[in-house]
């Protein structure tokens, strides 16, 4: 994968941080900051190829009520 990587505001080292990361170091450009909210973790890339896509990271909490405990 190659392209121009840009980022918009800084990523914490919080829930979902990880998956940011990866995301920019391929080539996906932040188009919408990373914000975190009662049910987990958000953010707005367009995929080197044009995709826009929101990502979103569901709290522990949050993923274990619908998905059941233990599957973080």
Do not use: C
Not at 43 to 52: K, P, T
Not at 67 to 72: E, H, P, Q, R
């Amino acid at each position: 994968m190659g392209g121009r990587v840009e980022k918009r505001g800084e990523v914490g080292a919080g829930p979902g941080a990880e998956s940011i990361e990866f995301l920019t170091a391929n080539a996906a450009v932040v188009t919408g900051d990373p914000f975190a909210g009662e049910t987990g973790t958000f953010a707005q890339f367009r995929h080197y190829d044009g995709v826009d896509i929101e990502y979103v990271q569901w709290s522990d909490q949050l993923r274990n009520k619908i998905l059941g405990a233990g599957t973080a």
